[in-house]
């Protein structure tokens, strides 16, 4: 494993562990990093060319779809 790959593992368990303590997310406070690494999570596509506000929206919209679901 390189030095990257490394690296963006320890982000993303980071990441993970920070979000399993929150119920709600809030998506402001988060990087773009962060932000795109939840958007790889959920398999979210087009997010790499996305700027911070428009993937937040996408993200958002995404969890409203899923609540909705739910119900």
Do not use: P, V
Not at 19 to 24: F, G, I, R
Not at 34 to 48: F, M, N, P, V, W
Not at 49 to 67: F, R, S, Y
């Amino acid at each position: 494993m390189g030095l990257a790959a490394f690296n963006a593992l320890r982000r993303k368990k980071a990441l993970e562990k920070k979000l399993s303590k929150e119920k709600t997310i809030d998506y402001d406070k988060l990087t773009l990093d962060d932000l795109k690494q939840i958007a790889r999570d959920k398999e979210l596509t087009g997010y790499s060319n996305m700027k911070k506000d428009d993937l937040i929206a996408e993200l958002k919209k995404l969890e409203t779809e899923i609540e909705g679901e739910k119900k």
